[in-house]
C-alpha cells in the first residue's frame, strides 16, 4: 500500500541530485523486499523500477527469475511489464530462458492477440538457438492467424529466428512464401522486408521469387513495400541478366513518374546495381533520365538529398561520364557547400570528370578553399567560401586532389607544365597544412621528365631558396619548407639554367639553413658543392683576375659558412660537410698558389693566367653524365657476362689463424652463441640474409677440412685453449671440475670429470628456417618477394597515387623487356587516400547460417521441424496425479454400484465389450435392453454432479467419438437417444447438413472433432462424413468415378484432397465416406471449405439445372460452424460459473445479438425453451448452467482452450396486449469469450440459425 511507484521513484532520483547514490541504494533494498511478494501489482511494480534503473546502468540480473514471473502473470499490464524487463535485462546466456519456453507458447496461443503481439516483441529480442528451435514450428503455424496484426509480427520474428535457428529458414520457407499473396498489405510488406534482408547474403536462392515480387512492382502502391521489393530486385538483377530487361521497362517508368524521393532514389541504385546501364541501347536513355532527375536532388535545400545524390552520381561517372559532366555546374556549386560531407562527395565527382579543357578552371576552383580570409570573398555568389573555417585535414585532401587530377595518367591532361608548377609554388604558401614531401616529389617529379619545363623551374627553385620566410616559419607545424629539398636538388641538377650561380650559392649559405630539417641540409652542402663546380667551369671560360678573385673570394665564404654543417649532429649532414670543405681547401690551394705567367717569345706578349686542372676534374665528377630516368626493373635485367661467377671469390680470403677459426664457430648473430648446423643453414637469422648463410657454410667447410689434418693431439689443445678464452665469458657456462657431464661419444668409454664435453661430437641435425615461426623472420632476409611486398606497403600508405611515367625509362644493353615488367598499378586504377577501404557497415551480423541454406531444392521426406519435449512443473505434475486418484476412485464405485444391482448381465457384457472398453478406457458399462437401461439411468440419476468427473466424461466422449459417424436420419436419432446423465455431460449431437440437393443425387454431411481433448499445441482436427444418395428409380440412373474434390487453403490442410467413391452409384443406393482435415488457423466466423462434386459418366442428369452446375462437375461450398469446435465437457455449476466470471481476466472479450420470436401468450416458456435448446446444442455447443424464469446462464470451452460464458434474457415488447392471442417476444443473447474471433463465429451461428425460415 504505502510502496514506491515507478513515478515516484523518478521524481525521487530528481529530488536527491546530490545524494543520488544513497537514495537509489536505499530504493533498491527495497525492491530486493518486493520482488520476494506474492502479491502480483507489488512484483510486477518491483520489476518496472528496476527496468528503469536497469537503463541508468544498474544491474538487474539478480531478479532474471522474478522477471520470469512477472511474464507469466495473467494480468495484460503486469505480463507487458515483465516481457519489457527481459528484453532490456535477458542475454544469450541467461540460465532462467529454459523456462520461458512453455510460457511463450501458452502466450502465442492465447486468444488475445494484445498478448500474442507482447509475446511476440520479446521474442525477437531474447531469442536464443534453443528457443528457436523449440518455437520455430508454433510460429510457422501462427502464419495463418485469423489477425493480420498477429500475423505481421509473426514474419518480423520469424527473420530472427532464422538468424538462431538456419535450418527453420528451409522448413518454413514456402510458408513464407505465401504471405507474399496475403490479402492484408502490411503482412505482405513484413513478409517483402524480411526476404530483402534474407537476400543481403545469398540472393541467389530468392531467384524463385521473381515472379511474384514483380507482380508486386507492378500492382502495389505502397512506397516502403516498392522500396525493398526494388532493393531485392537490385541483389537479384546480377545473377539473372534477363531479369534485367524485364525490370528495365518498369523501372524508367517509376523513375519518371513516382513523385516519392526516396523511391526514385532507389529506383536509380537498383539500375546502377542491377547493370541496367551497361545492358543495351536503352540504358544510354535510361542513364540520362536517371542524371536529369539527380540534379533535382542536388538543387533541394534539404542536404540528405543532395548528398544521396552525388553518391548516385559517383557511381554512373564511370560508365556515362559525358551524361554527368553537363551537370558541371551544380556539381561545382556543391563545393561551396556548408556541408564538409557533401563538398567531399562533390570533389569525388570533380576528380572524374576533369579534362584538358576545364582542368585549370577546376583547380583554380579547388584553390580557392585555399586562400587566406582576405581574399575569400566570392562577388558572384556574394558569401563567404568556407575556406576560412576548413580543418587542416580537408585542406590535406584539397591538395592531394589537385595532384592527384593533374598528375594521373602520366599528366595527360596537362598541357601548359609552367602552369603546374606554379600551382605548386603556391601550394607552398597557401596550404595551410604540412604536405610539403608531396609536393617535392611532384616538382622533382615533373622537372626530371618534361625537359621544356627546366628553365622555368629552376627559376622557380632558386626563388624559392631565395624566400627568407621560407626558413623563418619553418619549425612552425603547418610549414612546407620541405619544399626546399626539391628547390636545392633541382637547382643543383640543372644549375645550367640559372642566371647566377654564385647567388644561389649565397641563399644556400644563409645563416638560418641550419633551421631546417637534417635531410633537407645534406642536400644543401651537396648541391652548393655541384653548383660551385659549374659556375667555376663556367669562370674557365674567361679566365682572369677578376674570375680568380670572384672564386677565392666565393670559396673564402663557403670554407667559413662551412664550419655550420661540420658541427651538424646529423652523421650524413656531417661527412658531407667535412667532404666538401676538404675539397674547397683544395681549390683554394691551387688558386693561392704563385703560377708564373707565360711570354710569348717571339712578340713578347704576356699570355694570362690558366684556370686550375682541379677545376675541371671537380666539373667531370658531376656533370660527365646526364640523369635520366631509370626503369623500375634495369637492376635485374643487366645481363651477366659470359665467363663470370658471381659466387666464385673475387680474391681468395688470406689463411685463418687457430684463435680466429674457433672464433668464427659460434655464432653472434640474434641466436647467441648457437651452433650452426651440419648443412650449413643457419639457427637464426642475424638479418644479413643469404650473404650470411653462404659465409657461414663456407666457414663450415674450412672447419671440415681442418678437421681431416688434425690430429688428436692439436684437438685437445684448442679445446684447452677455447676453454680458456670463455672462462671469463658471463655467456657461457662452464664445465667444473666437479660437474659429471652426461653426454658422451657413441660407444665411448665414460669421461672423468675433469674432462671437457666434446662439443665436437655432439651430433649436429639439419635445420631449416621453415620448422621455425621466429618474430625475426619477419626480419629475415632481403628477398625478392619480400622488397615487392614492401613497395607494396609504402604504396599503400602513401597519400600520393604512384605516378604512371610516359617511357618505361633507361635499360641496359642487350636487356629485353617481359611481361612482368608492367608490374606498376593500371592506368585507371584510382588510389583514394581519402577514403579507408576497410571501412564497415553499422550493422554487425552473422550471416553465415543463414547464407549456407539452400533452398533450391524441395524438402525431402527426413527433413522435418524439431519434436520439443514440453516439461510439466511439480505444481502441474501434483494436480494430474490428483485428478488421476480421484478418477480411478470415481471408477471403482460406480463399477461397484452396476454390479450389485446386475451381477449376471455385466459378467456377461463385460466379456462382449472387453476390447471397445481399451479403445474407450470407459469403465462404466452399458446395459442392452431398455428395462435395464431404464434401471441403470435411474441408478445414475440418483448421482450428485461432483461425482461425474472431468476425466471420466472425456474418456466416455472419446468412445462416442472413435465410433463410425452416422449417416441419414435414423442414425442420427440414434444419437440423440444415446446420452449420459442431464446433471453430468450433456448429449453428443452431429448436426447434419445439405451439401447438394436433387432429382437424383442427394449429399449430406455430419462435422465432428478427433478429439473430445483440448488441443492447445497443435491444431484441431475436424472428420467430414458424407452421406452420398442416389435417389434414382431406374437403372438408367446410375453414376460411375463419383468423387469428391477439395481445394486446399491457408486455413485448412487436407489428409487426402480426393475421396473416391468405389463402384457405380446404382439407383436407391447409399455411400459414406469421410475426410479428416486440420485447422491451421483460428477459428472464426467463415471459415470456408471448397470443392467439387465429379463423376465420369451417367445418364441421366441428376435433375440439375444450368445454375446448378449440371454436367460431371457441381462446385460446392460449405462453411464450417464455430460449434463444431465445442467440446462436450462436464456441467459446471453455479458457483463455479460465477466465480468464473469474477475473474474478469478469463472473459476479455464479448459479443451480444438480439432474436424476435412472435409465439402465442401460453407458449412463451415453451418457445424459450426450444430457443434455449437450439442455441445450446445447435448454434453454440454449451450447457446449460442455471435456469431461472426469464433467464439462462450457458457455459462451454472449446478445443482450443477458449472458455465461453453466456446469458440468454426473454424479453415481451409493449405490443402485447390481453385480447390477443400472439405475442412478440425479444430474446437477447450476451456471450464473452477469451477469444474474439472465435465470439464472432458463434454470434454469428445464433443469427443465422434464427433467421432460417421455420
Not at 520469424?158 to 507474399?180: G, Q, V
Not at 610549414?479 to 626546399?484: D, I, R, Y
Not at 678464452?725 to 665411448?748: A, C, H, L, W
Not at 621455425?772 to 632476409?781: I, L, M, P, S, V
Amino acid at each position: 500500500m504505502f510502496e514506491k511507484t515507478l513515478t515516484d521513484l523518478i521524481r525521487g532520483i530528481r529530488a536527491h541530485k546530490k545524494d543520488e547514490q544513497k537514495y537509489i541504494a536505499s530504493c533498491l533494498q527495497e525492491i530486493h523486499q518486493e520482488v520476494k511478494s506474492n502479491d502480483p501489482d507489488i512484483k510486477a511494480m518491483a520489476i518496472s523500477k528496476l527496468t528503469y534503473l536497469q537503463m541508468l546502468g544498474y544491474d538487474m540480473s539478480w531478479v532474471s527469475f522474478h522477471v520470469v514471473e512477472v511474464m507469466s502473470f495473467p494480468k495484460f499490464s503486469h505480463k507487458r511489464t515483465g516481457y519489457l524487463a527481459a528484453t532490456q535485462s535477458f542475454r544469450q546466456d541467461t540460465d532462467v530462458l529454459m523456462l520461458t519456453t512453455n510460457l511463450l507458447k501458452k502466450d502465442l496461443a492465447s486468444g488475445n492477440h494484445m498478448e500474442v503481439g507482447v509475446a511476440l516483441n520479446g521474442l525477437a529480442d531474447i531469442v536464443t538457438p534453443d528457443l528457436a528451435r523449440d518455437l520455430c514450428q508454433d510460429l510457422v503455424a501462427m502464419l495463418n492467424h485469423s489477425r493480420p496484426y498477429v500475423r505481421k509480427k509473426v514474419v518480423l520474428v520469424l527473420y530472427k529466428l532464422f538468424l538462431k535457428f538456419p535450418e527453420a529458414l528451409r522448413l518454413s520457407f514456402p510458408r513464407l512464401k505465401e504471405k507474399l499473396d496475403d490479402p492484408d498489405p502490411s503482412v505482405v510488406s513484413a513478409a517483402v522486408n524480411v526476404i530483402c534482408e534474407l537476400a543481403r547474403k545469398n540472393p541467389k536462392n530468392y531467384l524463385s521469387l521473381a515472379p511474384q515480387l514483380f507482380n508486386l512492382l507492378t500492382n502495389s502502391s505502397n512506397n516502403w513495400m516498392l522500396i525493398k521489393i526494388i532493393k531485392l530486385f537490385g541483389a537479384l538483377a546480377p545473377l539473372e541478366p534477363r531479369l534485367a530487361k524485364k525490370l528495365t521497362p518498369q523501372i524508367f517508368h517509376m523513375i519518371e513518374n513516382t513523385p516519392a524521393m526516396s523511391l526514385l532514389y532507389e529506383c536509380i541504385y537498383t539500375a546502377i546495381a542491377g547493370g541496367m546501364l551497361n545492358s543495351d541501347r536503352q540504358s544510354d536513355a535510361l542513364a540520362a533520365v536517371c542524371v536529369s532527375k539527380l540534379r533535382t536532388f542536388l538543387e533541394s535545400a534539404d542536404q540528405n538529398l543532395k548528398y544521396v545524390g552525388l553518391l548516385a552520381l559517383a557511381k554512373i561517372l564511370p560508365t556515362h561520364p559525358k551524361h554527368v559532366a553537363e551537370h558541371r555546374d551544380i556539381i561545382l556549386k556543391c563545393i561551396d557547400d556548408s556541408d564538409i560531407s557533401i563538398r567531399l562527395r562533390s570533389l569525388d565527382l570533380v576528380v572524374g570528370m576533369v579534362n584538358k579543357k576545364n582542368l585549370a578552371d577546376i583547380v583554380k576552383r579547388l584553390m580557392s578553399h585555399l586562400l587566406p580570409p582576405s581574399n575569400t570573398k566570392n562577388s558572384a555568389t556574394n558569401h563567404l567560401l568556407p575556406s576560412t573555417l576548413l580543418e587542416p585535414a580537408y585542406r590535406a585532401d584539397i591538395i592531394h586532389r589537385i595532384i592527384y587530377i593533374c598528375s594521373q595518367n602520366a599528366y595527360a591532361n596537362v598541357t601548359n607544365f609552367e602552369w603546374y608548377v606554379a600551382v605548386l609554388v603556391d601550394l607552398t604558401y597557401v596550404a595551410g597544412v604540412k604536405v610539403g614531401d608531396l609536393l617535392t616529389s611532384q616538382l622533382m617529379d615533373v622537372c626530371v621528365r618534361v625537359k621544356s619545363v627546366r628553365n622555368y623551374c629552376v627559376k622557380a627553385m632558386v626563388k624559392l631558396l631565395s624566400d627568407v620566410t621560407l626558413l623563418e616559419n619553418c619549425s612552425l607545424p603547418d610549414s612546407n619548407a620541405e619544399v626546399l629539398y626539391a628547390a636545392a636538388w633541382l637547382a643543383g641538377e640543372y644549375c645550367s639554367y640559372q642566371i647566377n650561380p654564385s647567388d644561389t650559392i649565397e641563399y644556400l649559405l644563409q645563416s638560418g639553413v641550419t633551421k631546417l630539417s637534417h635531410r633537407v641540409q645534406a642536400v644543401y652542402v651537396h648541391n652548393i658543392l655541384k653548383i660551385y663546380a659549374y659556375w667555376a667551369k663556367s669562370l674557365t671560360y674567361n679566365w682572369d683576375e677578376d674570375a680568380k678573385d670572384d672564386l677565392l673570394r666565393l670559396t673564402t665564404l663557403i670554407d667559413e659558412k662551412f664550419g655550420t654543417f661540420c658541427s651538424c649532429t646529423d652523421l650524413e649532414v656531417q661527412e658531407r660537410a667535412h667532404n666538401v670543405r676538404a675539397i674547397i681547401s683544395i681549390v683554394r690551394e691551387h688558386l693561392t698558389s704563385n703560377v708564373p705567367a707565360q711570354t710569348d717569345e717571339t712578340d713578347d706578349y704576356v699570355l694570362s693566367e690558366k684556370a686550375p686542372t682541379v677545376i675541371d676534374e671537380l666539373y667531370n665528377l658531376f656533370f660527365a653524365y646526364e640523369l635520366n630516368p631509370v626503369a623500375p626493373k634495369a637492376q635485374k635485367k643487366v645481363p651477366i657476362p659470359a665467363g663470370l661467377d658471381l659466387d666464385a671469390w673475387i680474391n681468395e680470403p688470406p689463411p685463418q689463424s687457430e684463435s680466429s677459426n674457433s672464433g668464427e664457430e659460434e655464432s653472434y648473430g640474434f641466436g647467441y652463441r648457437q651452433k650452426l648446423g651440419g648443412s650449413g643453414d643457419l639457427l637464426f637469422s642475424s638479418g644479413s640474409g643469404t650473404a650470411v648463410g653462404r659465409r657461414r657454410r663456407r666457414k663450415n667447410r674450412q672447419k671440415g677440412d681442418r678437421d681431416k689434418g688434425e690430429s688428436e693431439e692439436m684437438r685437445v689443445q684448442r679445446r684447452r685453449e677455447r676453454r680458456e678464452r670463455m672462462k671469463n665469458d658471463p655467456f657461457y657456462i662452464d664445465v667444473g671440475e666437479y660437474d659429471n657431464p652426461t653426454r658422451t661419444k657413441p660407444e665411448s668409454p665414460p669421461k672423468s670429470a675433469n674432462n671437457e664435453i666434446d662439443v665436437d661430437s655432439i651430433p649436429v641435425v639439419h635445420l631449416t628456417m621453415d620448422d621455425f615461426d621466429f618474430r625475426q623472420k619477419k626480419n629475415k632476409g632481403k628477398s625478392k618477394r619480400s622488397k615487392e611486398n614492401r613497395k607494396k606497403e609504402v604504396s599503400a600508405l602513401s597519400s600520393l597515387p604512384p605516378v604512371i611515367y610516359t617511357d618505361i625509362g633507361e635499360m641496359p644493353e642487350n636487356a629485353t623487356l617481359s611481361d612482368d615488367d608492367k608490374d606498376l598499378k593500371p592506368l585507371d586504377q584510382k588510389v583514394s587516400s581519402w577514403r579507408n577501404p576497410n571501412d564497415k557497415g553499422i550493422l554487425d551480423i552473422d550471416f553465415s547460417g543463414i547464407s549456407n541454406v539452400d533452398l533450391s531444392t524441395p524438402l525431402t521426406e527426413n527433413e522435418k521441424f524439431p519434436q520439443t519435449t514440453v516439461y510439466l512443473s511439480p505444481e502441474e505434475l501434483r494436480k494430474r496425479e490428483e485428478e488421476k486418484n480421484k478418477l480411478r476412485l470415481k471408477e471403482q464405485r460406480n463399477k461397484s454400484i452396476i454390479t450389485s444391482d446386475h451381477p449376471t448381465k455385466v459378467k456377461d457384457d463385460h466379456a462382449k465389450s472387453e476390447s471397445k472398453k481399451r479403445r474407450s478406457k470407459v469403465k462404466s458399462k452399458k446395459p442392452s435392453n431398455a428395462s435395464e437401461s431404464s434401471a441403470v439411468t435411474a441408478k445414475k440419476k440418483s448421482m450428485s454432479v461432483k461425482k461425474m468427473t472431468k476425466g471420466e466424461a472425456d474418456a466416455e466422449n472419446k468412445a462416442k467419438s472413435v465410433s463410425s459417424p452416422t449417416s441419414g436420419t435414423d442414425k442420427v436419432d440414434e444419437n440423440k437417444g444415446s446420452h449420459v446423465n442431464e446433471q453430468s455431460v450433456q448429449p453428443v449431437k452431429q448436426n447434419i447438413y445439405t451439401l447438394i440437393s436433387g432429382d437424383t443425387l442427394h449429399i449430406t454431411y455430419t462435422l465432428s472433432l478427433t478429439s473430445n481433448e483440448e488441443l492447445r499445441n497443435e491444431p484441431p482436427t475436424v472428420v467430414a462424413s458424407f452421406l452420398i444418395e442416389n435417389k434414382g428409380v431406374s437403372d438408367d440412373h446410375f453414376y460411375s468415378g463419383l468423387a469428391l474434390r477439395f481445394e486446399p487453403s491457408s486455413d485448412i490442410q487436407f489428409d487426402s484432397t480426393l475421396l473416391h467413391v468405389d463402384g457405380v452409384l446404382k439407383a436407391s443406393e447409399r455411400r459414406e465416406v469421410a475426410v479428416k482435415f486440420r485447422v491451421l488457423g483460428i477459428v472464426g466466423a467463415r471459415l470456408t471449405v471448397n470443392g467439387r462434386v465429379t463423376w465420369e459418366n451417367n445418364l441421366h442428369t441428376g435433375g440439375f439445372s444450368a445454375s446448378d452446375g449440371s454436367g460431371a462437375e457441381i462446385p460446392f461450398a460449405f462453411e464450417i460452424p464455430v460449434a463444431t469446435f465445442m467440446l462436450h465437457i462436464p456441467t459446471i455449476t453455479p458457483a463455479q460459473f460465477t466465480a468464473f466470471l469474477y475473474k474478469s481476466e478469463n472473459f476479455p472479450f464479448s459479443g451480444s445479438t438480439s432474436v424476435n420470436l412472435t409465439v402465442s401468450s401460453s407458449s412463451v416458456e415453451q418457445e424459450f425453451d426450444n430457443a434455449i435448446a437450439q442455441i445450446t446444442a445447435v448454434a453454440t455447443g454449451t450447457h446449460v448452467v442455471e435456469k431461472v424464469p426469464g433467464a439462462v446462464s450457458i457455459y462451454g470451452r472449446s478445443v482450443q482452450g477458449y472458455q465461453i460464458a453466456g446469458l440468454t434474457k426473454l424479453g415481451v415488447t409493449k405490443e402485447e396486449a390481453e385480447d390477443t392471442e400472439e405475442v412478440k417476444a425479444v430474446l437477447k443473447i450476451e456471450l464473452k469469450c477469451t477469444d474474439q474471433a472465435f465470439i464472432d463465429g458463434l454470434v454469428r451461428e445464433i443469427e443465422r440459425l434464427f433467421a432460417l425460415p421455420s
